[in-house]
């Protein structure tokens, strides 16, 4: 069975930086896309960060330059590193696993519990 604990969220001020963590078990990182997404209140979840098993990334618009998804394969683990925080950053982070390469969540199969991210303006 598949299981993803993301760690890593927080409140956080107005250009701040934040470093999410998503530890996988099940599942080896490196061999399938992982991807970040995100849900604030009353909207979608959206697509944030994706890294292919080649290693090849992808971002939302939003957050391209300021944010970067790398893996620690040794840990089995991916990172989503976000500087220059904004308050619209605001959400649940979630990690998330496919063997597609894809920004539609429906491609997605397994999902972390989520952590929170309150940027502060």
């Known amino acids: 069975q598949v299981q993803l604990v993301e760690s890593g969220g927080g409140l956080v001020q107005a250009g701040a930086s934040l470093r999410l963590s998503c530890t996988a078990s099940?599942?080896?990182?490196?061999?399938?896309?992982m991807g970040w997404f995100r849900q604030a209140p009353g909207k979608e979840r959206e697509f944030v960060a994706a890294?292919?098993?080649?290693?090849?990334?992808m971002y939302a618009d939003t957050v391209k330059v300021r944010f970067t998804v790398s893996r620690d394969n040794a840990k089995n683990t991916v990172l989503l590193q976000m500087n220059s925080l904004k308050p619209e950053d605001t959400a649940v982070y979630y990690c998330?696993?496919?063997?597609?390469?894809?920004?539609?969540?429906?491609?997605?199969?397994?999902w972390g519990q989520g952590t929170q991210v309150t940027v502060s303006s």
């Open positions: 998330t696993t496919t063997s597609d390469w894809s920004r539609d969540p429906l491609s997605y199969d397994y």
């Open positions: 099940g599942r080896t990182v490196r061999t399938y896309t």
């Open positions: 890294i292919h098993s080649s290693g090849i990334t």
